[in-house]
T-cell receptor, first 111, second 109 residues
Framework: DTEVTQTPKHLVMGMTNKKSLKCEQH?????MYWYKQKAKKPPELMFV???????INESVPSRFSPECPNSSLLNLHLHALQPEDSALYLC??????????FGSGTRLTVV | QKEVEQDPGPLSVPEGAIVSLNCTYS??????FMWYRQYSRKGPELLMY????GNKEDGRFTAQVDKSSKYISLFIRDSQPSDSATYLC?????????FGAGTRLTVKP
């Protein structure tokens, strides 16, 4: 299995909702990442979970919270989002920190 | 100033053309340089990566890094319609990676 699987592929949520994005990989990679990508913009790093240690981009608001239940799973919990949070959310994994394997992403729309 | 700058295009070429995609970067600490391809509504896919200056070839793709001018290039030979995608360069230090915004390429049959 050489894939990163993200669910759901599409999500529409209201500003008062709580939802979760899920990411799974079975390549034995020790690092997993959440990125946010707006149209025609580069992916922006949100969180890194590497060797059981979480690193946070301090510019990411607290309405986003990551969870790593085990080395194969990385969730992103969403709460009280704003319309400007609408974007493509990408999960990636890597063994060496150089070559990232990305999932297809979750396209999130906040209404 | 963005750490990695990339012309967003769009770039349109006929099938069979040689394509040149370029990025510049500002952080001298960058040591690793990557190229990703992103199809519409998909995540980026790693094409190749290089360490420091020099060339690296993989089939129709050649990556080139010139650290003296902080310039990164990707050449695609005999371009195909299936190469139509957005190409993102990325650079990495020991601690963080930065992506360019991507160049949208269309190869017309």
């Amino acid at each position: 299995d050489t894939e990163v699987t993200q669910t759901p592929k599409h999500l529409v949520m209201g500003m008062t909702n709580k939802k979760s994005l899920k990411c799974e990989q079975h390549m034995g990679h020790r690092a997993m990442y959440w990125y946010k990508q707006k149209a025609k913009k580069p992916p922006e790093l949100m969180f890194v979970y590497s060797y059981e240690k979480l690193s946070i981009n301090e510019s990411v608001p607290s309405r986003f919270s990551p969870e790593c239940p085990n080395s194969s799973l990385l969730n992103l919990h969403l709460h009280a989002l704003q319309p400007e949070d609408s974007a493509l959310y990408l999960c990636a994994s890597s063994q060496d920190g150089l070559g990232y394997t990305f999932g297809s992403g979750t396209r999130l729309t906040v209404v | 100033q963005k750490e990695v700058e990339q012309d967003p295009g769009p770039l349109s070429v006929p099938e069979g053309a040689i394509v040149s995609l370029n990025c510049t970067y500002s952080n001298s600490a960058f040591q690793y340089f990557m190229w990703y391809r992103q199809y519409s509504r998909k995540g980026p896919e790693l094409l190749m990566y290089t360490y420091s200056s020099g060339n690296k070839e993989d089939g129709r793709f050649t990556a080139q890094v010139d650290k003296s001018s902080k310039y990164i290039s990707l050449f695609i030979r005999d371009s195909q319609p299936s190469d139509s995608a957005t190409y993102l360069c990325a650079s990495r230090t020991e601690s963080h990676m930065r992506f360019g915004a991507g160049t949208r390429l269309t190869v017309k049959p």
